[in-house]
């Protein structure tokens, strides 16, 4: 810590300083997510309430076509566990922007904000970090869905984890940018249904899109240009051991986009401050 | 350098490898693009692609080697024949690739398809041409017939290869076939609509299931008569003896079960029954039957529950249910065991089971409702 005060040449900061900003952002993260036992059992819940309940009721519903990455063919909850994956992420992106909003409420984003740090490389630290969070839940989830008998091949588990982490930070960065527009805690709850329940309902997570289009293709245009849908997929592909692409692609440039986003309008001169002081105080 | 132009020698003379570490190398450098990519994608992931795939497939390489050194007995490719009962061919897979090589033309209706003993001939019964052809399994092209009865489905030979006993469906007959001479040596009537057949490994015992008088027949070959009729479950399909010889297993399609004969005292000694949650009970229609050759696991195809059961044979329990395609009827292991292939007819495909996971790891479209299948020793 010391080198960082005696620092000369003010201008720029090492790695070094980078690292320790990084490793403080996550560790908190961390420390609140473990502190928080409820949320780690409410976020496993979640999805396997989904998989126990809903898929035993839909068990017969698939297993009537082979669509890649599978080679033969799956019962249905084989089918959603890479969605209920990218579900878990869904909701965790979107509680740690939540918890942006309670920090702002309760005056603990100062302590972040006085960092002499770009905001931006703040902002993905606890990007980085909510992400960090949900690999582990999301790995908890795998490891519980193998006891089900859901068993990717055991490289699959590896090659998960790029796919995890992109489709990790770009959800992370969409509830960043949604909660940049929240001043109070209250509202959150109204954007998340009107975020993530559209998202995950209209998605290739628990249906595979053909079966969207024969019902109706319009619904299947909608579900194409959605990126928890690609999200799905990357993360389906991967599990898999095989690259998708287009989704690939459609990731990461949502990532990006959201990413820039979420900086500029928590940007002082352009996003928060314009729209007055932070919350807790109004 | 050296070592990059050494590879490329080494791929070629490589011999077959077991299915996972083949796959690895086929999978893995999937950085080979996805079909439906963008060109924008291909433009500009093409260049980082071919040396990313080159130095993987280069790794994979040297730890396929290193593999193959470690592993005591490399797999065989093996050849798989289908009998698709409704396009009138023969779908021929190679078990390396799980490919489909060729398509045979056959007669019509083909059903019951086996080699010969010594690997040379598959041998389909094609019921609507009331013969049994003969394919050459080098030219893959049939050369030949066995003069069978009428609407021949089902048949089983003796370990020697020499004689061939055919269950006629619409003549309530077996047919007795010299393979040798390619000659017929003469009927055994038998019960209504005989299906199932199986020769003890002494080849002293035939077993013939009659699907409409519901038995098993136990017939002596040497003096081709009919010792014993075993009453069974409705619809019995197919009969398998135990390699220990100690019990016949046959199953019954409507009865939904799967009787299991002691084949000296002629009586039924248990059952195996299914239950699928979420399936009705009539949905549960057992067919094939394949055991495995140290007689600790049977593989049962359910047929339309699309599932094939893991029974252990002790206990006869089912410890576990397979997915597979629609309809499943028949099965047939590589001579190795390390796979079960499955034919399954209304979704005209192959599964394949890797028999120690106990997991299906694959399906393969074949022709028009495949019926049944035999892979070469």
């Known amino acids: 810590m010391s080198s960082i005060t005696t620092r000369e040449a003010p201008r720029g900061f090492s790695s070094a300083e980078y690292m320790t900003c990084l490793t403080g952002i996550v560790w908190r993260e961390g420390l609140r997510f ?26 017969q519903v698939l297993g009537i076509s082979i669509i890649p990455p599978y080679e033969t063919y799956i019962l249905y909850e084989v089918y959603i566990a890479p969605g209920l994956m990218a579900m878990i992420q869904l909701f965790n992106g979107m509680q740690s922007s939540l918890s942006m909003v309670y920090d702002r409420e309760m005056g603990n984003m ?20 909510g992400t960090a969070v949900s690999l582990l839940q999301v790995y908890a989830f795998l490891l519980i869905a193998w006891l089900w008998d859901i068993t990717p091949p055991p490289q699959g588990y590896l090659t998960v984890l790029p796919a995890l982490i992109l489709s990790g930070l770009m959800l992370g960065s969409l509830g960043m940018l949604i909660s940049s527009g929240i001043k109070q805690l209250e509202n959150f709850a109204g ?28 619904l299947y245009y909608l579900c194409e240009a959605n990126p928890f849908t690609h999200a799905v997929e990357l993360i389906r592909f991967a599990l898999y051991g095989q690259v998708n692409w287009i989704s690939l692609a459609v ?20 996003g928060l401050a314009r729209r007055g002081p932070a919350g807790g105080e109004g | 350098m050296t070592t990059t132009r050494r590879y490329p020698a080494a791929t070629k003379n490589r011999r077959p490898t077991p299915l996972g570490l083949r796959e690895a190398v086929q999978k893995k450098p999937h950085i080979e693009l996805h079909s439906s990519t963008t060109h924008y994608a291909k433009l500009s992931q093409a260049g980082e692609a071919k040396t990313a795939r080159g130095q993987m497939s280069r790794i994979l390489e040297t730890a396929l080697l290193a593999a193959l050194v470690l592993a005591a007995a490399p797999a065989h490719a093996f050849i798989a024949y289908v009998s698709n009962e409704k396009s009138n061919t023969v779908s021929v897979i190679d078990t390396d690739s799980w490919t489909v090589t060729k398509t045979i033309k056959v007669g019509q209706r083909p059903r019951g398809i086996d080699f010969t003993r010594d690997g040379k001939f598959v041998m389909v019964a094609v019921g609507d041409d009331d013969t049994i052809q003969v394919i050459d399994a080098k030219t893959q092209t049939v050369v030949d017939s066995l003069p069978s009865g009428p609407d021949p489905e089902l048949f089983a030979q003796d370990a020697a290869g ?32 005989p299906e199932g057949m199986t020769i003890s ?9 009659s699907e409409t008088t519901n038995m098993a027949h136990f017939i002596d070959t040497s003096s081709r008569q009919i010792v014993a009729n075993v009453l069974v479950d409705a619809r019995p399909r197919f009969a398998e003896y135990k390699h ?29 029954t299914f239950e699928i949650p979420g399936l009705r009970k009539e949905a549960i229609q057992p067919v094939g039957i394949g055991m495995t050759r140290d007689d600790k696991t049977a593989f049962v195809a359910l047929g339309p529950a699309n599932r094939i059961a893991v029974v252990d044979v002790a206990s006869r329990k089912v410890t576990k249910y397979l997915l597979v395609g629609q309809r499943v009827w028949h099965v047939a292991f590589t001579p190795d065991e390390k796979y079960l292939l499955t034919t399954n007819g209304v979704s005209n495909d192959v599964s394949v089971i890797d028999v120690a996971a106990q ?17 070469a020793p």
């Open chain 2, 359 to 375: 997991k299906v790891i694959k399906t393969i479209q074949v022709g028009e409702l495949p019926w049944g299948i035999a892979i």
């Open chain 1, 251 to 270: 990731v990461a440039l949502c990532t990006i986009v959201f990413m820039i986003g979420a900086i500029l309008a928590y940007d002082p001169s352009r």
């Open chain 1, 34 to 59: 473990l502190h928080q036992r409820e949320r780690f059992v409410s976020a496993l819940v979640r999805p396997l309430v989904w998989l126990f309940i809903f898929a035993a009721g839909f068990r």
């Open chain 2, 162 to 193: 020499k004689t061939l006993y055919v269950a006629n469906e619409n003549d309530n007959t077996v047919t007795v076939i010299d393979l040798e001479k390619r000659a017929r040596l003469g009927d055994i009537q038998v019960g209504v609509e």
């Open chain 2, 201 to 209: 490994p002494d080849g002293k015992t035939l077993i013939n299931t």
């Open chain 1, 191 to 218: 954007v998340m249904n009107f975020v993530i329940f559209p998202m995950f309902f209209a998605s290739s997570a628990l249906y595979p899109l053909w079966r969207v289009q024969e019902g109706n293709p319009y």
């Open chain 2, 244 to 272: 220990d010889s100690s019990e016949v297993w046959v199953s019954s399609e409507i009865g939904g079960t799967v009787s299991i004969i002691d084949p000296k005292k002629h009586e039924v000694i248990g059952k195996v």
């Open chain 1, 110 to 129: 100062r302590t972040l904000l006085v960092s002499p740090l770009p905001r931006g490389f703040l902002l993905f630290c606890k990007l980085l970090a």
